[in-house]
């Protein structure tokens, strides 16, 4: 009796894997995060360790660069920053061994030469960088934690604070207007505000399951990826009754991971099983999407 | 893989298209379903399971709240197979990703079997494992509702290490090991790698080799036969080496082991498919340099005369054609007899850490040295280095 149950089982199993997976068809590319260079292309990194260079229009996309690093493990997010007049991205990584678990940042040039690595004993889930302050900020995957580097420096990882209540800490934005740091819990959905002086840390929404957050250009809203929901939805932040607002349908994505501003109104949302980067309007309208494998 | 909702009656069709738009209205609707009420959700639990004795996987279910079965209908869901027929589930293993703490997470969707077709509400199912273990698929007991509704070990869901897989690729050295690599010319070989992956395939990087003699290799270049892996596969790994001759005489005379010069490592990134994470597999592949036939002719004759010269000209026993024609015996006789030891990979010659392998072109030539000059040699080599430091001691001494 139990035999054929089973059997049928993996049967659609082996159905499931047969039709959900071109597999080998092409290198994988699965974005994991974007940012935007100002008057450059946007920087996709994807979960292998590739970051692509893509120019983005109003109406089409194109790969202009690609640049590629060994990664023991998996790349989770990306950030832009400037360092005494050198451009940089950061990329946050993680790999994982008999040992436990190393997480490790690493400064590039825009052109893919390494400059610098820090390490830290803890997943690496989100990194973003403060202009005003210099200061990249590293949040833990697998704990409350939050971190700073000062990369113009060569001081190891300094610990900045525990974020209360959060057990997964995730992608965070940074608004230099407000002198805040946005960041989420990937478990419980949580989004936070961290006033930096004083610092006080306050939820200020929810969602699913936050995969990336970016400010909005005019610094009104936090655009979240919550792939729990498959969607986009902001989150104002003024002083509106209905802070909370999908800026795209849910299940409108596979998984989406990546978010950026390409110009004052227009997003680019990464799809990390999509292997894609889309280009949505200000009413959260497709415009476009370009493969990225 | 599930039917589309047949719009039997108008009612339904109503209510579908209701659903439908109230999905499909995005700005205009707040998003309240983000914070879904918890205490609505229909129970959702995992067995952990144990890939093998040293790991563990175990499962969080997240609610992520009702949603219109026609924005799943497209879907290829596996359905999970349920004791209880109260409910029915469908998981949606395509939706496997990584979130940005590292966990593998894939969508559940459930509700009561008679409401399915009409809306379902979504889990979001994470996969925490501990342990290293190879990327797998293992059934796993999924429980909707209660305890005693999932059909034991019924659904096969893809586990992936945190690690990556250890042991994805399995190395077994046949007839060449060591490897011979001649020296003075460009030479390639190729070594096939049987595939250790368990019920999950993998992607394979760019492979990268290293030899760890000093520059005793110009270059060292390996390509693998093909990109991706599935089960019992396997894929070969073609090496392009241009020996630095002197070098790989250096490394020769001073070897690893007894038994091979240096080894070259092998390394293959390894990535199982639907998202596993990259594990660099690590090959010692054990080298032996091995010079020119002619090359090594060339040190038995060499070092046969020259040991033979040596021997009439010391030697005080027998005449001197007497005594060249014996070292010329003793030279070749000992560097065959030293042959036929080293042929079963079991003898070892070593003077002071230098390697007397009658394979080797430097070391041929000293052994018939040696063997032709005999005792005449020893003796001028005692009196000599025996003289300089007793020379040394009686200066010190004074």
Redesign the interface.
């Known amino acids: 009796m139990?035999r054929k149950?089973?059997a049928?089982?993996?049967a659609?199993?082996v159905?499931?894997?047969g039709?959900?997976?071109p597999?080998?068809a092409a290198p994988?590319a699965?974005p994991?995060a974007a940012v935007k260079q100002p008057n450059g292309p946007v920087f996709v990194l994807t979960?292998?360790?590739t970051v692509l260079a893509v120019n983005m229009s109003l109406d089409r996309a194109q790969i202009v660069g690609r640049f590629s690093f060994?990664?023991?493990?998996?790349a989770?997010?990306m950030a832009y920053g400037v360092v005494n007049g050198q451009q940089m991205l950061f990329i946050g990584t993680?790999?994982?061994?008999?040992s436990g678990?190393l997480g490790s940042v690493f400064a590039f040039t825009t052109d893919g030469r390494r400059l610098g690595s820090w390490t830290l004993r803890h997943?690496i889930?989100?990194v973003a960088f403060d202009n005003a302050s210099q200061t990249l900020y590293v949040s833990s995957?697998?704990s409350p934690e939050l971190y700073s580097i000062a990369p113009q420096s060569k001081a190891p990882i300094q610990f900045v604070a525990n974020v209360p209540g959060t057990t997964?800490l995730?992608?965070m934005a940074i608004d230099d207007q407000r002198q805040t740091l946005y960041l989420c819990d990937?478990?419980q959905?949580a989004i936070f505000a961290m006033q930096k002086q004083p610092r006080r840390i306050t939820a200020i929404g929810?969602?699913?399951?936050p995969?990336a957050l970016t400010l909005s250009p005019d610094n009104t809203a936090i655009f979240i990826a919550?792939?729990?929901?498959k969607q986009v939805?902001s989150l104002s932040l003024g002083t509106s009754k209905?802070p909370?607002?999908?800026?795209?349908?849910?299940?409108?994505f596979?998984?989406p991971?990546g978010l950026a501003y390409i110009d004052a109104t227009h997003l680019a949302v990464a799809d990390?099983?999509d292997s894609s980067i889309s280009v949505f309007d200000a009413?959260?309208k497709k415009l476009y999407s370009l493969p990225l494998h | 893989?599930m039917d589309n909702p047949p719009f039997r009656s108008p009612i339904r069709a109503i209510v579908a298209a209701f659903l439908i738009a109230a999905?499909?209205?995005?700005?205009a609707?707040?998003?309240?379903?983000?914070?879904?009420n918890d205490s609505s959700a229909i129970p959702v639990r995992l067995d952990p399971v144990h890939p093998n004795s040293n790991s563990t996987v175990t499962f969080s279910a997240?609610y992520?709240?009702p949603?219109p079965y026609a924005?799943?209908s497209g879907k290829?869901?596996?359905?999970v197979?349920m004791l209880d027929p109260t409910y029915r589930a469908g998981l949606d293993?395509?939706?496997?990703?990584?979130?940005?703490?590292?966990r593998f997470?894939f969508t559940l969707y459930v509700n009561r079997a008679n409401l399915f077709q009409k809306s379902v509400d979504?889990y979001?199912i994470g996969e925490d494992p501990t342990g290293?273990f190879n990327d797998t698929?293992q059934?796993v007991n999924i429980y909707i509702g209660s305890d005693r509704s999932a059909?034991p070990?019924?659904?096969?869901l893809p586990l992936h290490s945190?690690?990556?897989s250890p042991t994805a690729l399995a190395y077994k050295p046949a007839n060449a090991d060591p490897q011979s690599l001649p020296m003075g010319k460009d030479f390639t070989f190729h070594i096939t790698l049987d595939s250790a992956l368990d019920q999950l395939?993998a992607?394979l990087g760019d492979a990268t080799a290293t030899i760890n003699c000093d520059r005793c290799l110009q270059t060292l270049q390996v390509k693998l036969s093909k990109?991706?892996l599935s089960l019992n596969d396997q894929v070969d790994a073609t090496f392009t080496i241009s020996p630095s001759t002197f070098k790989a005489m250096a490394a020769a005379a001073q070897p690893e082991s007894d038994k091979y010069d240096a080894t070259i490592t092998l390394v293959v990134?390894v990535?199982a498919?639907?998202?596993g994470?990259?594990?660099?597999q690590t090959v010692p592949i054990r080298v032996k340099f091995t010079p020119p036939l002619t090359g090594i002719a060339l040190g038995v004759i060499l070092g046969t005369l020259f040991g033979a010269f040596i021997r009439m000209y010391l030697g005080t026993t027998h005449t001197n054609k007497q005594e060249f024609y014996l070292g010329l015996i003793y030279a070749i006789v000992c560097w065959l007899f030293a042959l036929l030891l080293f042929a079963n990979g079991k003898t070892a010659i070593k003077l002071l850490g230098f390697n007397f392998d009658p394979t080797q072109m430097f070391p041929a030539f000293m052994l018939c040295l040696f063997a032709g000059g005999g005792p005449p040699l020893v003796q001028l080599l005692k009196n000599s280095v025996l003289g300089s430091m007793l020379g040394e001691k009686q200066k010190n001494d004074a």
């Open positions: 139990m149950p089973i049928s089982a993996l659609s199993f159905l499931a894997l039709t959900a997976m597999a080998h994988q699965h994991v979960l292998e360790g060994p990664v023991t493990g998996y989770a997010d993680t790999s994982s061994s008999a678990v997943v889930a989100g995957g697998d997964h995730g992608s990937v478990d959905g929810r969602v699913t399951t995969q919550d792939s729990g929901r939805v209905m909370m607002r999908n800026f795209t349908p849910p299940y409108s596979k998984t991971s990390q099983l009413t959260g | 893989m999905s499909c209205c995005a700005p609707c707040t998003a309240q379903f983000a914070t879904p997240k992520l709240g949603i924005s799943i290829e869901l596996q359905d197979q293993l395509s939706s496997l990703a990584r979130d940005k703490t590292g997470i979504a979001e290293g698929i059934p059909l070990n019924s659904t096969p945190p690690y990556g395939g992607s990109t991706a990134p990535t498919d639907k998202g994470s990259r594990r660099d």
